[in-house]
């Protein structure tokens, strides 16, 4: 039995415990002992811990640069230099604590999502599998990050790569070429349907599909106006569910975040509010059987799910990865994307959800793309495991 480390480090929402937890669930049925470390411990690690693997909390992530903190990162690198990688005094507790983490867990292989300190930390002693998307898992450009921008620049990925080398001197210390290297492992795999990958175009490998296969089309006529998966941290949010509450309009709602009186208020005139985050995809399919209309944040999980059901979808994107995953899904024809979602009025808002449960249109869409989908139902899961096995027999 091997030992495996799954870590994450950048980022909010499910989608990235999902995907890990996926693989982790295969490699613990072949007998091999999983354990999880990363910071969103309170949702994230309670889904993890009741799926019956162990939890440890990694160091707390805070961004610095408060002189940037109004600039828009023009590339990976940028984000990298606001997390600290910038300054040495602000990076090297924080890769040091990684490497005790690593130090005392001594696992046999690491599974990464988006957790660049853990990969340096980890350096090239010990296998290690990289999964993500095409924001997470990005290309690199002649040595560099792609932009997400024409903006620019925060910080030079010189200064980085500086910063990384002053902290990176004992013997068994890595340190990387270029800042592509800090999301990327012995092996990586872009976990996504082909056409949500931002990068395609400037990617030299492709896609392999998400780990689970996209559920297949609901057929059903709908009893219900939507089924929303949105982030309750923001006030747009409340004001919304506010609005829809008092409406003609019916719907059930997950939201994350949600202080507990509010989530009493608002179910008081019977609006429907989960407890807990539904699984994918079988949760989804029966909540995508009743609703018209699935609202979310555009987080990569979520799209790929909706996508399969065939419901047209509303993106209220939170920040730039799920803005770049809007923009993919606003491509296919399925879904319409309110980029200046918390700027509008909560009634314009609601009308625009009644309007896309009668848009003949969308409807034609999400039901093309899902029949598509449903034809070659790509699934990614076995492969990865099988070359987790290979690695391990290597090492």
Not at 119 to 140: E, K, S
Request: hydrophobic share 40%; net charge positive; glycine share 6%.
């Amino acid at each position: 039995m091997s030992r495996i480390l799954f870590a994450w480090e950048i980022g909010d929402g499910m989608g990235h415990i999902t995907r890990m937890l996926v693989v982790a669930s295969r490699l613990r049925e072949l007998g091999h002992d999983c354990i999880f470390v990363f910071s969103d411990i309170e949702l994230a690690g309670a889904r993890v811990q009741t799926a019956g693997f162990d939890v440890l909390p990694a160091p707390k992530i805070r961004f610095w640069l408060e002189d940037s903190v109004c600039r828009l990162p023009r590339s990976q690198g940028d984000i990298l230099a606001k997390i600290g990688y910038s300054e040495e005094t602000r990076l090297r507790p924080y890769l040091t604590a990684w490497k005790s983490i690593i130090k005392r867990i001594a696992p046999d292989m690491v599974v990464l999502d988006y957790a660049p300190t853990a990969r340096l930390a980890v350096g090239d002693r010990i296998p290690t599998i990289v999964i993500g998307d095409g924001f997470t898992l990005p290309p690199a450009v002649d040595g560099r990050f792609p932009f997400f921008r024409d903006v620019p620049k925060i910080v030079d990925k010189k200064d980085i790569l500086q910063t990384i080398a002053k902290i990176q001197t004992g013997p068994n210390d890595w340190c990387p070429a270029s800042l592509p290297d800090l999301l990327t492992g012995s092996r990586n795999f872009l976990i996504i349907l082909p056409q949500l990958d931002f990068y395609a175009e400037q990617r030299d490998y492709s896609a392999i599909g998400p780990l689970i296969a996209p559920p297949l089309i609901v057929e059903d006529v709908p009893s219900q106006i939507c089924f929303g998966y949105l982030d309750a941290k923001h006030k747009a949010t409340i004001e919304f569910m506010d609005r829809f509450k008092n409406s003609d309009l019916t719907g059930a709602f997950f939201l994350i975040n949600i202080d507990p009186s509010q989530k009493i208020r608002l179910r008081r005139d019977g609006l429907k509010i989960f407890d807990y985050p539904q699984d994918w995809p079988q949760d989804m399919r029966e909540l995508a059987k009743k609703a018209a209309v699935l609202i979310h944040h555009g987080g990569m999980g979520m799209s790929e799910v909706c996508l399969g059901l065939g419901r047209p979808q509303i993106i209220l994107p939170t920040h730039l990865e799920r803005t770049m995953n809007a923009l993919n899904l606003k491509r296919t024809g399925t879904s319409l994307v309110l980029k200046n979602w918390r700027s509008i009025p909560p009634e314009v808002l609601l009308k625009t959800v009644s309007a896309a449960a009668d848009d003949e249109t969308l409807k034609k869409w999400a039901g093309h793309v899902a029949r598509g989908l449903s034809i070659d139902r790509i699934s990614s899961l076995s492969y990865i495991v099988a070359e987790c096995q290979k690695l391990l027999k290597q090492h």
